[in-house]
Nanobody
């Protein structure tokens, strides 16, 4: 069992940056692949990025490649999402998710979810 708590969301102007954090409970964080997903009003929950157990594997949605960077600190049980060059279309609730072992890009593959943090990008 793992519990996830996101933080770092907020309101930012287009072109700005935010860094999201997701703190995980438990002593086996390094056994979990971690993902970030986002959901805009009236839309499905979309994959943003994912990272493997030791950070050696990272995946990104095409829409965020070159702008977002995922990382993790296993000593701090935390995964991060650095978001640069934010655009209004990045506005959504961002969710952190965890699954055992291997990286996946589909929401249904993840077993544990945080409560989400709102990111709003103004034009």
């Amino acid at each position: 069992q793992v519990q996830l708590v996101e933080s770092g969301g907020g309101l930012v102007q287009a072109g700005g940056s935010l860094r999201l954090s997701c703190a995980a409970s438990g002593r086996t964080f390094s056994s979990y692949a971690m993902g970030w997903f986002r959901q805009a009003p009236g839309k499905e929950r979309d994959f943003v990025s994912a990272i493997g157990l030791n950070g050696g594997t990272t995946n990104y949605a095409d829409s965020v490649k070159g702008r977002f960077t995922i990382s993790r600190d296993n000593d701090k049980n935390t995964v991060y999402l650095q978001m640069n060059s934010l655009q209004p279309e990045d506005t959504a609730v961002y969710y952190c998710a965890a699954r055992m072992w291997s990286v996946r890009n589909k929401a249904y593959d993840y077993n544990y979810w945080g409560q989400g943090t709102q990111v709003t990008v103004s034009s």
